[in-house]
Protein backbone atom coordinates (compact mmCIF):
# COMPACT_ATOMS: atom_id res chain seq x y z
CA UNK A 1 0.00 0.00 0.00
CA UNK A 2 1.71 3.85 -1.09
CA UNK A 3 2.56 6.03 1.85
CA UNK A 4 -1.12 7.68 2.78
CA UNK A 5 0.77 11.07 2.61
CA UNK A 6 1.78 10.80 -0.96
CA UNK A 7 -1.69 9.63 -1.98
CA UNK A 8 -2.86 12.84 -0.30
CA UNK A 9 -0.38 14.86 -2.63
CA UNK A 10 -2.75 14.09 -5.53
CA UNK A 11 -4.94 16.62 -4.51
CA UNK A 12 -2.63 19.05 -5.33
CA UNK A 13 -2.96 17.95 -8.92
CA UNK A 14 -6.64 18.39 -8.97
CA UNK A 15 -7.13 18.63 -12.81
CA UNK A 16 -9.37 21.92 -14.08
CA UNK A 17 -9.09 25.14 -14.91
CA UNK A 18 -8.45 27.63 -12.24
CA UNK A 19 -10.17 30.97 -11.95
CA UNK A 20 -7.17 33.03 -10.04
CA UNK A 21 -9.32 36.64 -10.69
CA UNK A 22 -8.79 39.29 -12.80
CA UNK A 23 -9.20 38.11 -16.00
CA UNK A 24 -6.42 34.80 -15.37
CA UNK A 25 -6.62 31.27 -15.22
CA UNK A 26 -4.40 28.22 -14.88
CA UNK A 27 -4.85 24.60 -15.78
CA UNK A 28 -3.68 22.69 -13.17
CA UNK A 29 -3.20 18.12 -13.24
CA UNK A 30 -3.56 18.09 -17.17
CA UNK A 31 0.47 17.68 -17.17
CA UNK A 32 3.53 17.75 -15.37
CA UNK A 33 3.10 21.36 -15.19
CA UNK A 34 0.30 24.17 -15.13
CA UNK A 35 -0.02 26.44 -17.55
CA UNK A 36 -1.43 29.95 -17.41
CA UNK A 37 -3.15 32.30 -19.46
CA UNK A 38 -3.75 36.18 -18.94
CA UNK A 39 -6.83 37.60 -20.74
CA UNK A 40 -6.28 41.24 -22.39
CA UNK A 41 -7.93 43.55 -24.62
CA UNK A 42 -7.78 41.97 -27.95
CA UNK A 43 -5.96 38.85 -27.17
CA UNK A 44 -4.58 36.58 -24.39
CA UNK A 45 -0.99 35.72 -23.19
CA UNK A 46 0.01 31.66 -22.09
CA UNK A 47 2.32 31.70 -19.24
CA UNK A 48 4.79 28.22 -20.34
CA UNK A 49 2.93 25.52 -22.74
CA UNK A 50 3.54 22.30 -20.83
CA UNK A 51 5.57 18.51 -21.54
CA UNK A 52 3.35 17.41 -24.66
CA UNK A 53 1.54 18.13 -27.75
CA UNK A 54 -1.34 16.11 -26.93
CA UNK A 55 -1.74 17.95 -22.96
CA UNK A 56 -1.08 21.31 -24.48
CA UNK A 57 -4.27 20.52 -27.14
CA UNK A 58 -6.29 19.64 -24.02
CA UNK A 59 -5.50 22.32 -22.32
CA UNK A 60 -6.19 24.63 -25.35
CA UNK A 61 -9.33 23.19 -25.69
CA UNK A 62 -10.34 23.88 -22.28
CA UNK A 63 -9.03 27.74 -22.38
CA UNK A 64 -11.30 28.02 -25.91
CA UNK A 65 -14.45 27.33 -23.68
CA UNK A 66 -13.76 30.67 -21.25
CA UNK A 67 -12.31 33.07 -24.77
CA UNK A 68 -11.60 32.77 -28.16
CA UNK A 69 -9.36 35.56 -28.35
CA UNK A 70 -5.91 35.09 -30.16
CA UNK A 71 -2.86 33.94 -28.65
CA UNK A 72 -0.79 36.91 -29.20
CA UNK A 73 2.67 35.90 -27.02
CA UNK A 74 3.81 33.05 -25.19
CA UNK A 75 6.28 33.33 -22.10
CA UNK A 76 9.00 30.61 -20.98
CA UNK A 77 9.34 30.86 -16.97
CA UNK A 78 12.21 28.82 -17.49
CA UNK A 79 13.64 26.13 -20.32
CA UNK A 80 12.64 22.92 -18.26
CA UNK A 81 11.21 20.64 -21.04
CA UNK A 82 8.24 20.14 -19.15
CA UNK A 83 7.53 23.46 -19.53
CA UNK A 84 7.96 24.06 -22.98
CA UNK A 85 7.01 21.03 -24.92
CA UNK A 86 3.49 22.12 -26.36
CA UNK A 87 3.85 25.62 -27.76
CA UNK A 88 3.72 24.08 -31.51
CA UNK A 89 -0.21 23.82 -30.08
CA UNK A 90 -0.09 27.31 -28.85
CA UNK A 91 2.09 29.21 -32.09
CA UNK A 92 0.77 29.54 -35.71
CA UNK A 93 4.14 31.28 -36.64
CA UNK A 94 3.23 34.96 -35.85
CA UNK A 95 3.67 35.67 -31.65
CA UNK A 96 6.41 36.37 -30.04
CA UNK A 97 7.88 33.74 -27.31
CA UNK A 98 9.69 35.84 -24.55
CA UNK A 99 11.56 34.16 -22.09
CA UNK A 100 14.90 35.48 -20.35
CA UNK A 101 18.09 36.23 -21.78
CA UNK A 102 20.07 32.71 -19.84
CA UNK A 103 17.28 30.64 -21.45
CA UNK A 104 18.53 27.22 -22.05
CA UNK A 105 16.88 23.68 -22.73
CA UNK A 106 18.31 20.56 -22.62
CA UNK A 107 16.36 19.88 -25.59
CA UNK A 108 18.53 21.74 -27.62
CA UNK A 109 21.10 19.61 -26.72
CA UNK A 110 21.82 16.30 -29.48
CA UNK A 111 23.23 12.81 -29.39
CA UNK A 112 25.64 14.02 -31.71
CA UNK A 113 27.57 15.67 -28.52
CA UNK A 114 29.68 12.91 -26.82
CA UNK A 115 31.06 14.92 -23.90
CA UNK A 116 27.18 14.76 -22.22
CA UNK A 117 26.18 11.56 -20.89
CA UNK A 118 22.74 11.74 -22.67
CA UNK A 119 21.67 8.15 -22.31
CA UNK A 120 22.41 8.18 -18.77
CA UNK A 121 20.13 11.05 -17.97
CA UNK A 122 17.38 9.22 -19.79
CA UNK A 123 17.41 6.53 -18.21
CA UNK A 124 17.46 8.27 -14.59
CA UNK A 125 15.00 10.56 -16.06
CA UNK A 126 12.49 7.57 -16.75
CA UNK A 127 13.15 6.44 -13.78
CA UNK A 128 12.56 9.49 -11.57
CA UNK A 129 9.38 9.89 -13.45
CA UNK A 130 8.06 6.12 -13.39
CA UNK A 131 8.06 6.10 -17.37
CA UNK A 132 6.08 2.74 -17.56
CA UNK A 133 5.15 1.80 -14.53
CA UNK A 134 1.13 1.50 -13.95
CA UNK A 135 -1.24 4.09 -12.84
CA UNK A 136 -1.10 2.11 -9.48
CA UNK A 137 2.12 2.25 -9.01
CA UNK A 138 2.93 5.83 -10.20
CA UNK A 139 1.05 7.63 -7.79
CA UNK A 140 2.32 11.11 -8.81
CA UNK A 141 5.99 12.21 -9.90
CA UNK A 142 5.69 15.07 -7.10
CA UNK A 143 5.39 17.89 -9.10
CA UNK A 144 2.69 16.63 -11.21
CA UNK A 145 -0.27 13.32 -11.91
CA UNK A 146 1.41 10.39 -12.66
CA UNK A 147 -1.49 9.20 -15.66
CA UNK A 148 -1.28 12.10 -18.11
CA UNK A 149 -0.80 12.31 -21.77
CA UNK A 150 2.25 11.88 -23.64
CA UNK A 151 1.69 12.13 -26.70
CA UNK A 152 3.96 14.49 -28.16
CA UNK A 153 6.42 14.38 -24.95
CA UNK A 154 9.09 17.19 -25.60
CA UNK A 155 8.19 17.45 -29.49
CA UNK A 156 6.61 20.85 -29.37
CA UNK A 157 9.42 23.11 -28.00
CA UNK A 158 10.05 26.44 -30.27
CA UNK A 159 13.02 28.98 -29.28
CA UNK A 160 12.33 32.04 -28.19
CA UNK A 161 12.16 35.30 -30.26
CA UNK A 162 12.73 37.57 -27.59
CA UNK A 163 14.82 37.65 -24.55
CA UNK A 164 14.89 39.62 -21.47
CA UNK A 165 18.42 41.26 -20.41
CA UNK A 166 16.83 43.14 -18.01
CA UNK A 167 14.05 43.14 -15.61
CA UNK A 168 11.39 45.18 -17.44
CA UNK A 169 7.68 46.67 -17.21
CA UNK A 170 5.55 45.27 -20.57
CA UNK A 171 2.63 45.69 -21.65
CA UNK A 172 0.19 42.18 -22.29
CA UNK A 173 -2.36 43.77 -24.41
CA UNK A 174 -3.47 46.12 -22.11
CA UNK A 175 -2.12 44.33 -18.55
CA UNK A 176 0.84 46.03 -17.07
CA UNK A 177 3.02 43.29 -16.40
CA UNK A 178 6.77 43.19 -15.02
CA UNK A 179 9.48 40.00 -16.05
CA UNK A 180 11.67 39.72 -13.20
CA UNK A 181 15.02 37.52 -13.21
CA UNK A 182 14.55 35.09 -10.04
CA UNK A 183 17.49 32.06 -10.40
CA UNK A 184 16.00 29.40 -8.21
CA UNK A 185 15.46 25.46 -9.31
CA UNK A 186 17.37 26.74 -12.96
CA UNK A 187 19.79 29.76 -13.63
CA UNK A 188 17.41 31.30 -16.35
CA UNK A 189 14.16 31.42 -14.27
CA UNK A 190 11.37 34.43 -15.21
CA UNK A 191 8.52 35.30 -12.97
CA UNK A 192 5.78 37.03 -14.21
CA UNK A 193 4.43 40.26 -11.98
CA UNK A 194 1.01 41.44 -12.59
CA UNK A 195 1.31 44.40 -9.95
CA UNK A 196 -2.11 46.20 -10.29
CA UNK A 197 -3.75 42.68 -10.07
CA UNK A 198 -1.35 40.97 -7.25
CA UNK A 199 -0.48 38.23 -9.25
CA UNK A 200 2.58 36.49 -9.07
CA UNK A 201 3.49 33.69 -11.70
CA UNK A 202 6.35 32.45 -10.15
CA UNK A 203 7.70 29.13 -12.27
CA UNK A 204 9.22 26.66 -10.47
CA UNK A 205 10.80 28.68 -7.63
CA UNK A 206 8.15 28.00 -5.11
CA UNK A 207 5.58 25.02 -5.25
CA UNK A 208 3.89 22.91 -2.70
CA UNK A 209 6.06 20.19 -2.25
CA UNK A 210 9.77 20.47 -0.40
CA UNK A 211 11.69 22.11 -3.30
CA UNK A 212 13.46 20.26 -5.78
CA UNK A 213 17.01 21.59 -5.12
CA UNK A 214 18.54 18.03 -6.63
CA UNK A 215 16.85 16.02 -8.74
CA UNK A 216 18.01 12.49 -9.32
CA UNK A 217 17.81 12.15 -12.82
CA UNK A 218 21.21 14.13 -12.70
CA UNK A 219 21.41 17.57 -12.43
CA UNK A 220 24.31 20.38 -12.11
CA UNK A 221 24.57 22.36 -9.12
CA UNK A 222 21.51 24.28 -8.31
CA UNK A 223 22.59 27.29 -6.78
CA UNK A 224 21.01 27.17 -2.98
CA UNK A 225 21.90 30.64 -1.95
CA UNK A 226 20.16 32.16 -5.39
CA UNK A 227 16.92 30.22 -5.12
CA UNK A 228 16.98 31.56 -1.39
CA UNK A 229 17.55 35.10 -2.46
CA UNK A 230 14.68 34.95 -4.81
CA UNK A 231 12.11 33.29 -2.34
CA UNK A 232 12.87 36.91 -0.19
CA UNK A 233 12.48 38.75 -3.83
CA UNK A 234 9.05 37.30 -4.80
CA UNK A 235 7.83 37.66 -0.60
CA UNK A 236 8.78 41.21 -1.12
CA UNK A 237 6.26 41.73 -3.89
CA UNK A 238 3.25 40.96 -1.17
CA UNK A 239 0.94 38.69 -4.19
CA UNK A 240 -2.74 38.76 -3.32
CA UNK A 241 -2.16 35.35 -5.47
CA UNK A 242 0.73 33.17 -5.98
CA UNK A 243 0.51 30.88 -9.29
CA UNK A 244 3.05 28.35 -9.25
CA UNK A 245 4.89 25.86 -12.28
CA UNK A 246 3.49 23.06 -10.02
CA UNK A 247 0.59 22.45 -7.90
CA UNK A 248 -2.52 24.63 -6.46
CA UNK A 249 -2.23 28.51 -6.71
CA UNK A 250 -2.21 30.14 -3.29
CA UNK A 251 -4.34 32.82 -1.92
CA UNK A 252 -3.91 35.70 0.75
CA UNK A 253 -0.92 37.64 1.52
CA UNK A 254 -0.08 36.38 4.65
CA UNK A 255 -0.68 32.62 4.05
CA UNK A 256 1.54 33.34 0.81
CA UNK A 257 4.89 35.17 2.68
CA UNK A 258 4.52 32.55 5.34
CA UNK A 259 5.02 29.69 2.23
CA UNK A 260 7.79 31.66 0.87
CA UNK A 261 9.40 33.00 3.74
CA UNK A 262 9.14 29.33 5.34
CA UNK A 263 10.77 28.16 1.94
CA UNK A 264 13.84 30.13 2.39
CA UNK A 265 14.16 29.63 5.83
CA UNK A 266 14.63 26.00 5.11
CA UNK A 267 17.13 26.47 2.16
CA UNK A 268 19.19 28.52 4.73
CA UNK A 269 18.80 26.31 7.63
CA UNK A 270 20.08 23.51 5.17
CA UNK A 271 23.23 25.47 4.02
CA UNK A 272 24.29 26.51 7.51
CA UNK A 273 23.85 22.96 9.17
CA UNK A 274 25.75 21.37 6.62
CA UNK A 275 28.54 24.05 6.91
CA UNK A 276 28.41 23.32 9.94
CA UNK A 277 29.16 19.24 9.68
CA UNK A 278 31.61 19.89 7.21
CA UNK A 279 33.84 22.44 9.12
CA UNK A 280 33.33 19.98 11.85
CA UNK A 281 34.73 17.35 9.90
CA UNK A 282 31.62 15.17 10.47
CA UNK A 283 31.59 12.81 7.39
CA UNK A 284 29.35 13.01 4.53
CA UNK A 285 27.55 10.23 4.79
CA UNK A 286 26.97 11.20 8.41
CA UNK A 287 25.72 14.63 7.67
CA UNK A 288 23.19 13.15 5.29
CA UNK A 289 22.10 10.85 7.32
CA UNK A 290 21.58 12.48 10.25
CA UNK A 291 20.42 16.00 9.05
CA UNK A 292 16.56 16.52 10.10
CA UNK A 293 14.79 20.00 9.56
CA UNK A 294 13.90 22.00 13.08
CA UNK A 295 9.88 20.54 14.17
CA UNK A 296 8.40 24.68 12.68
CA UNK A 297 9.63 24.03 9.09
CA UNK A 298 9.44 19.78 9.21
CA UNK A 299 5.38 20.39 10.63
CA UNK A 300 4.83 22.81 7.27
CA UNK A 301 2.85 21.00 4.57
CA UNK A 302 4.37 22.47 1.88
CA UNK A 303 7.89 21.33 3.17
CA UNK A 304 6.73 17.57 2.96
CA UNK A 305 9.32 15.61 0.88
CA UNK A 306 6.95 14.44 -2.00
CA UNK A 307 9.63 15.78 -4.37
CA UNK A 308 12.50 17.20 -3.47
CA UNK A 309 14.17 15.82 -0.25
CA UNK A 310 16.44 16.89 2.64
CA UNK A 311 19.25 14.24 2.72
CA UNK A 312 19.65 14.62 -0.97
CA UNK A 313 19.66 18.23 -1.02
CA UNK A 314 22.07 18.00 1.82
CA UNK A 315 25.02 15.82 -0.32
CA UNK A 316 24.29 18.59 -3.57
CA UNK A 317 25.28 20.92 -1.13
CA UNK A 318 28.37 20.02 -0.27
CA UNK A 319 29.35 18.24 -3.51
CA UNK A 320 28.17 21.24 -5.34
CA UNK A 321 30.39 23.54 -3.24
CA UNK A 322 33.27 21.23 -2.54
CA UNK A 323 33.07 19.03 -5.31
CA UNK A 324 33.43 14.49 -5.11
CA UNK A 325 36.29 14.90 -2.55
CA UNK A 326 35.39 14.80 1.21
CA UNK A 327 38.49 15.22 3.33
CA UNK A 328 39.37 11.92 3.65
CA UNK A 329 42.49 10.41 2.18
CA UNK A 330 41.02 6.90 1.84
CA UNK A 331 39.01 7.83 -0.78
CA UNK A 332 41.82 9.29 -3.26
CA UNK A 333 41.98 5.77 -4.15
CA UNK A 334 39.19 3.64 -6.06
CA UNK A 335 38.60 0.21 -5.82
CA UNK A 336 36.41 -1.31 -9.04
CA UNK A 337 33.42 -2.43 -8.04
CA UNK A 338 33.97 -6.19 -8.59
CA UNK A 339 36.99 -6.52 -6.49
CA UNK A 340 35.07 -4.58 -3.69
CA UNK A 341 32.40 -7.32 -4.18
CA UNK A 342 35.10 -9.73 -3.79
CA UNK A 343 36.29 -8.47 -0.48
CA UNK A 344 33.25 -8.40 0.84
CA UNK A 345 33.11 -12.09 -0.33
CA UNK A 346 36.40 -12.45 1.73
CA UNK A 347 35.30 -10.86 4.55
CA UNK A 348 32.09 -13.06 4.97
CA UNK A 349 33.56 -16.09 4.57
CA UNK A 350 32.88 -17.42 1.21
CA UNK A 351 29.94 -16.91 -0.99
CA UNK A 352 27.76 -18.89 1.10
CA UNK A 353 28.13 -16.31 4.09
CA UNK A 354 27.62 -13.25 2.18
CA UNK A 355 24.32 -14.87 1.34
CA UNK A 356 23.83 -15.45 5.01
CA UNK A 357 24.72 -11.75 5.42
CA UNK A 358 22.15 -10.69 3.07
CA UNK A 359 19.07 -12.84 4.20
CA UNK A 360 19.49 -12.23 8.04
CA UNK A 361 20.09 -8.33 8.05
CA UNK A 362 16.68 -5.95 8.79
CA UNK A 363 18.68 -3.14 6.85
CA UNK A 364 17.14 -2.82 4.14
CA UNK A 365 19.63 -0.14 2.64
CA UNK A 366 22.48 -2.36 3.82
CA UNK A 367 20.71 -5.94 2.30
CA UNK A 368 20.24 -3.45 -1.00
CA UNK A 369 24.42 -2.72 -0.64
CA UNK A 370 24.95 -6.38 -0.40
CA UNK A 371 22.62 -6.94 -2.97
CA UNK A 372 25.08 -4.93 -5.49
CA UNK A 373 27.69 -7.25 -3.91
CA UNK A 374 26.23 -10.49 -5.04
CA UNK A 375 25.04 -8.87 -8.50
CA UNK A 376 28.49 -8.22 -9.31
CA UNK A 377 29.72 -11.58 -8.30
CA UNK A 378 27.16 -13.02 -10.85
CA UNK A 379 24.88 -14.17 -8.00
CA UNK A 380 21.35 -14.50 -8.72
CA UNK A 381 20.84 -11.65 -6.29
CA UNK A 382 18.56 -9.82 -8.65
CA UNK A 383 14.94 -10.76 -7.67
CA UNK A 384 15.57 -10.00 -3.90
CA UNK A 385 17.18 -6.62 -4.93
CA UNK A 386 14.01 -6.08 -6.88
CA UNK A 387 11.60 -7.48 -3.43
CA UNK A 388 13.58 -5.09 -1.34
CA UNK A 389 13.51 -2.37 -3.25
CA UNK A 390 9.46 -2.38 -3.79
CA UNK A 391 9.44 -2.49 -0.12
CA UNK A 392 11.26 0.21 0.24
CA UNK A 393 8.71 2.29 -2.52
CA UNK A 394 5.80 1.54 -0.19
CA UNK A 395 7.35 3.03 2.95
CA UNK A 396 8.03 6.34 0.73
CA UNK A 397 6.78 9.59 0.91
CA UNK A 398 9.37 11.14 -2.21
CA UNK A 399 7.23 10.75 -5.23
CA UNK A 400 10.66 10.12 -7.31
CA UNK A 401 12.11 7.38 -4.93
CA UNK A 402 9.29 5.46 -5.06
CA UNK A 403 9.21 6.19 -9.14
CA UNK A 404 13.12 4.72 -9.03
CA UNK A 405 12.98 2.24 -7.05
CA UNK A 406 9.67 0.51 -8.82
CA UNK A 407 10.95 1.37 -11.81
CA UNK A 408 14.63 -0.31 -11.43
CA UNK A 409 12.65 -3.46 -9.90
CA UNK A 410 10.87 -3.59 -12.34
CA UNK A 411 13.80 -3.78 -14.96
CA UNK A 412 15.64 -6.60 -12.46
CA UNK A 413 12.99 -8.67 -11.88
CA UNK A 414 10.35 -8.06 -15.53
CA UNK A 415 8.43 -11.05 -14.83
CA UNK A 416 7.42 -9.64 -11.51
Sequence with gaps: MPHPELLNHNKQFSKGVIDIGERCWTAVGFAASNVHMI?????????????????????LAEFRKLTTKPIARIIYTHGHRDHISGAKVLHDGSQDIIASHKFTSDLVKTDKNNSIPLLALKKRAAAQFGMGLSSEERINIG?????????????GFINPTTLIEEDMDYDLDGVFARFIHAPG???????????????????????????????????????????????????????????????????????????????????????????????????????????ELPEHLATKPWLKEHYGKLSWSARAYATGL?????????????????????????????????????HATENLQWKLELCDCLIALGEPAKKLKADTMRILAESEINATARNSYLWEADNLDPNY
Design 322 to 358: LGWYDGNPTNLGTIRTNDRARLMEDLAGGIEGLWEKV
Design 185 to 291: ETEDHMVVWLPEKEILFGGDNWYHAFPNLYAIRGTTYRDFGKWADSLKLLADLNPEVLVPGHTLPQFGKEKIRELLETTREMIIFLMEKTAQGLNAGIPLDDIVAEI
Design 143 to 155: CGPGDRPMEGLGE
Design 39 to 59: EGNESVTIIDTTESLKAAQNI
